[in-house]
């Protein structure tokens, strides 16, 4: 099985897909480090990555995914996949749970305003949560629990009971 972790950034998707991903035996992956240069250096600056810009980016992921299922893995993968459109290509199949981190603009703005070294500009939140749109079927969590409860909430709504 994989677990997709997504949301806006700043909803906790690193912090609970590793420790999810411990809790679970699995290994954890973070969709960033998928991201071509070019991508992470225009999110530096502020700007807004386009569809033409994330389509190579979701169909290397998906091609790991495919790997992923082929080799009998479990994984959980922090992807932020805010478009209906970007999620098919990371629900390849029935094995592949998708977990919505939902949180309010103010709280995810407190967050990335408390954050360092990372790449991701805060003054992108905007268009973020501008782009989000909300999943259907997903397993939905408040990001406003701490983390422990986030991942025990997780770990409650799975399909099977993941050792």
Same mark, same amino acid.
């Given at each position: 099985?994989?677990?997709? +972790?997504?949301? *806006?950034? !700043?909803? !906790? &998707?690193?912090?609970?897909?590793?420790?999810?991903? @411990?809790? %679970?035996?699995?290994?954890?992956?973070?969709?960033?480090?998928?991201?071509?240069?070019?991508?992470?250096?225009?999110?530096?600056? !502020? @700007?807004?990555?386009?569809?033409?810009?994330?389509?190579?980016?979701? +169909? &290397?992921?998906?091609?790991? +995914?495919?790997?992923?299922?082929?080799? !009998?893995?479990?994984?959980? #993968?922090?992807?932020?996949?805010?478009?209906?459109?970007?999620?098919?290509?990371?629900?390849?199949? @029935?094995? *592949?749970?998708?977990?919505? +981190?939902?949180?309010?603009?103010?709280?995810?703005?407190?967050?990335?305003?408390?954050?360092?070294?990372?790449?991701?500009?805060?003054?992108?939140?905007?268009?973020?949560?501008?782009? %989000?749109? @909300?999943?259907?079927?997903?397993?939905?969590?408040?990001?406003?629990?701490?983390?422990?409860?986030?991942?025990?909430? #997780?770990?409650?709504?799975?399909? #099977?009971?993941?050792?």
């Amino acid at each position: 099985m994989i677990i997709v +972790l997504m949301g *806006v950034s !700043g909803a !906790g &998707k690193t912090t609970i897909g590793r420790l999810l991903a @411990e809790e %679970l035996g699995w290994t954890f992956y973070d969709a960033d480090e998928f991201h071509p240069p070019a991508n992470v250096e225009k999110m530096r600056r !502020g @700007e807004p990555l386009t569809d033409d810009d994330r389509f190579p980016w979701l +169909l &290397k992921l998906s091609e790991f +995914l495919r790997a992923l299922l082929e080799a !009998g893995s479990n994984a959980v #993968i922090a992807c932020s996949a805010l478009k209906r459109v970007y999620r098919e290509h990371l629900l390849i199949d @029935e094995q *592949v749970l998708l977990v919505y +981190l939902k949180g309010d603009y103010q709280t995810i703005q407190d967050r990335l305003n408390q954050r360092r070294d990372h790449f991701m500009n805060p003054s992108l939140l905007k268009s973020q949560f501008a782009a %989000l749109e @909300e999943p259907e079927g997903a397993i939905t969590v408040d990001v406003a629990a701490s983390p422990a409860e986030i991942v025990r909430t #997780i770990r409650e709504n799975l399909p #099977i009971v993941a050792e």
